[in-house]
């Protein structure tokens, strides 16, 4: 059988102290609805990996047991929620940290806070927040000149050519956040591409090979990532050291330099960022321009109101609040595309949904992919309509689901800063189309991305 492979490793800090619990095969987790566990050591573990995702299984699971449901990892209970109701109910006032970064966190091998408790925590993801926050305000400019470069090079191409939406936007993505996170140093191509190879690297492996339990199986596939992990860490540490001798106060690391942490945790937090910052940023603009190509009217509402907003001025920060009707393409993208279509908290306190008791110390899994598409919630889910966020109760929705609101990931935050700059300069100039009889398939991972390289043609838009 695998060994201990899907939460064991990614959730193995999260984890460390709980509670073990003894392992009944003849009962539910906790008395609520759910399956029974299948293998004494791996519990469902195999159920998992023979539905090929996380987030297949979770589907599967919420289809037969309803929307409050459990299974077994080892000999211990998971809950997981799949409807925005239960997620609504659900009491843990563990509020200090973000469950993506904690997930993320934990597969690396990080500790999530400062190790000190909640007022630590609470005041380490202060820190990390700011420290974007003010990075992408110093830096707006350099966001555009990156974007334009993109635009530009796709307007001077031939109309028939067809465009890499993958390739060209996790490269914009992975030069934005590099050159934002750690400084002029990734100016330099070779330099972006050196971090590249180690990122992807290191994101394969927590996206599959700790789903599957094959990294574990495979000493030269963990021996490479552990190397990547390993010289990704040196990179970050050396250029922490470098921009603290610097004194230089313009980029992500320069704000955690400022700060109380060590220089252990300002590697950590430039690791997550850098990490979830490239990819949840890239699969965004990936999903949103595929989802534009297929939808021509929602391209020309888009560019209309860019025009009515922006005129023939490029975007600057003040102005994104004003595109209202953009926002609501990317929180659509977000939706229908489950960016992250898992996240997960361990129940701090005792908490109950429904009738069923969560007893401390449990895993709870918040199914996001399932709930992006619930026909309860939305109607037509699996049709993409940003006019849906019209509706206040789609909006009220998606802030429970942490998908916008004071509990948004700064990550994703981001991501919709750099997508908004993108599309804002893109679709003023250009039109995209679809490439005819090209099938998107999923990979619902910790972020869900096209199997394939997605893509597109691109036409010039008549100027009025």
């Given at each position: 059988m695998l060994d201990f492979a899907i939460f064991a490793v990614t959730f193995v800090i999260i984890l460390v102290?709980?509670?073990?619990?003894?392992?009944?095969?003849?009962?539910?987790?906790?008395?609520?609805?759910?399956?029974?566990?299948?293998?004494?050591?791996?519990?469902?573990?195999?159920?998992?990996?023979?539905?090929?995702?996380l987030h297949e299984f979770l589907v599967s699971l919420h289809l037969r047991f309803g929307s409050v449901a459990s299974f077994w990892f080892g000999g211990r209970p998971v809950v997981s929620l799949g409807s925005v109701l239960q997620l609504q109910?659900?009491?843990?006032?563990?509020?200090?940290?973000?469950?993506?970064?904690?997930?993320?966190?934990?597969?690396?091998?990080?500790?999530?806070g400062t190790g000190g408790g909640a007022t630590e925590s609470v005041i380490r993801k202060k820190v990390y927040e700011s420290a974007i926050n003010n990075t992408v305000e110093k830096n707006f400019p350099l966001v555009l000149k990156l974007v334009e470069e993109l635009v530009g090079k796709w307007t001077s191409a031939p109309e028939?050519?067809?465009?890499?939406?993958?390739?060209?936007?996790?490269?914009?993505?992975?030069?934005?956040?590099?050159?934002?996170?750690?400084?002029?140093?990734?100016?330099?191509?070779?330099?972006v591409l050196s971090f590249r190879k180690n990122h992807d690297a290191i994101w394969s492996e927590i996206g599959k090979g700790y789903l599957d339990g094959s990294l574990e199986k495979s000493s030269s596939r963990k021996a490479h990532y552990e190397k990547a992990l390993s010289e990704m860490q040196s990179v970050l540490l050396s250029v922490a050291k470098e921009r603290k001798a610097q004194r230089k106060q313009t980029v992500f690391v320069d704000a955690l330099l400022q700060s109380s942490l060590t220089e252990r945790q300002i590697m950590e937090d430039c690791m997550v960022f850098t990490l979830a910052g490239s990819v949840i940023t890239a699969n965004l603009c990936i999903w949103a321009l595929h989802f534009l190509s297929t939808s021509e009217d929602v391209q020309d509402k888009l560019c209309q109101e860019l025009e009515q907003v922006l005129g023939s001025d490029p975007i600057s920060?003040?102005?994104?609040?004003?595109?209202?009707?953009?926002?609501?393409?990317?929180?659509?993208?977000?939706?229908?595309?489950?960016?992250?279509?898992?996240?997960?908290?361990?129940?701090?306190?005792?908490?109950?949904?429904?009738?069923?008791?969560?007893?401390?110390?449990?895993?709870?899994?918040?199914?996001?992919?399932?709930?992006?598409?619930?026909?309860?919630?939305?109607?037509?889910?699996?049709?993409?309509?940003?006019?849906?966020?019209?509706?206040?109760?789609?909006?009220?929705?998606?802030?429970?689901?942490?998908?916008?609101?004071?509990?948004?990931?700064?990550?994703?935050?981001?991501?919709?800063?750099?997508?908004?700059?993108?599309?804002?300069?893109?679709?003023?100039?250009?039109?995209?189309?679809?490439?005819?009889?090209?099938?998107?398939?999923?990979?619902?991972?910790?972020?869900?991305?096209?199997?394939?390289?997605?893509?597109?043609?691109?036409?010039?838009?008549?100027?009025?």
């Open positions: 102290g709980a509670v073990l619990y003894l392992f009944p095969s003849s009962r539910r987790a906790s008395g609520i609805p759910g399956l029974n566990p299948t293998d004494e050591k791996d519990g469902n573990l195999q159920d998992i990996v023979n539905r090929g995702s109910q659900h009491i843990n006032p563990n509020h200090s940290t973000d469950s993506f970064e904690t997930m993320l966190k934990s597969l690396l091998g990080y500790q999530s028939a050519q067809h465009t890499p939406l993958c390739a060209h936007l996790l490269g914009l993505a992975m030069k934005t956040v590099t050159q934002l996170a750690l400084g002029e140093t990734f100016r330099d191509d070779s330099e920060l003040d102005k994104i609040p004003e595109l209202r009707y953009c926002q609501q393409v990317l929180n659509e993208t977000v939706r229908t595309a489950k960016l992250t279509p898992v996240a997960a908290r361990l129940q701090e306190v005792e908490g109950k949904v429904d009738q069923h008791v969560i007893p401390k110390e449990t895993l709870v899994i918040y199914a996001l992919g399932v709930v992006l598409q619930d026909s309860d919630t939305w109607s037509t889910p699996y049709r993409f309509d940003p006019d849906r966020f019209e509706e206040e109760s789609a909006r009220k929705s998606f802030c429970l689901l942490g998908f916008s609101g004071n509990q948004t990931c700064p990550e994703l935050r981001f991501a919709y800063t750099v997508a908004t700059v993108l599309l804002s300069t893109l679709v003023r100039q250009l039109k995209l189309h679809p490439l005819k009889g090209q099938v998107m398939e999923v990979r619902s991972e910790l972020v869900s991305t096209p199997k394939e390289e997605t893509w597109i043609t691109v036409s010039r838009r008549k100027q009025k």
